[in-house]
Nanobody, 122 residues
Framework: QVHLVESGGGLVQAGGSLRLSCAAS????????LGWFLQAPGKEREFVAA????????NYADSVKGRFTISRDNAKNTVYLQMNSLKPEDTAVYYC???????????????WGQGTQVTVSS
């Protein structure tokens, strides 16, 4: 079982940066693949980035490659999403997710956080 709580969202101007954090509780964290997803108003939730349990592998959606970086600190049970060069179209609720097993490429996740709002103004 993994419990996830996101933080770090807010309002930022286009071109700015934000770092999202996701704190996890549960013994499975260090063996879990972790991901970030977003859901814009009126749209389905979509994949943003994922990182393997060791941190050695990652995967990104094409729309964020070169702008966003996912990382994790297993000692702190936390996963991060550094978001640079933000665009108005990045505005969404961002969710942290976790799964035990699987890869950074598989879409299934078992545990989800409540989400944090990111708003990028033009």
């Amino acid at each position: 079982q993994v419990h996830l709580v996101e933080s770090g969202g807010g309002l930022v101007q286009a071109g700015g940066s934000l770092r999202l954090s996701c704190a996890a509780s549960g013994r499975a964290f260090s063996s879990s693949t972790l991901g970030w997803f977003l859901q814009a108003p009126g749209k389905e939730r979509e994949f943003v980035a994922a990182i393997s349990s060791s941190g050695g592998r990652s995967n990104y959606a094409d729309s964020v490659k070169g702008r966003f970086t996912i990382s994790r600190d297993n000692a702190k049970n936390t996963v991060y999403l550094q978001m640079n060069s933000l665009k108005p179209e990045d505005t969404a609720v961002y969710y942290c997710a976790a799964k035990v097993g699987g890869t950074v490429f598989s879409p299934r996740y078992d545990y989800w956080g409540q989400g944090t709002q990111v708003t990028v103004s033009s």
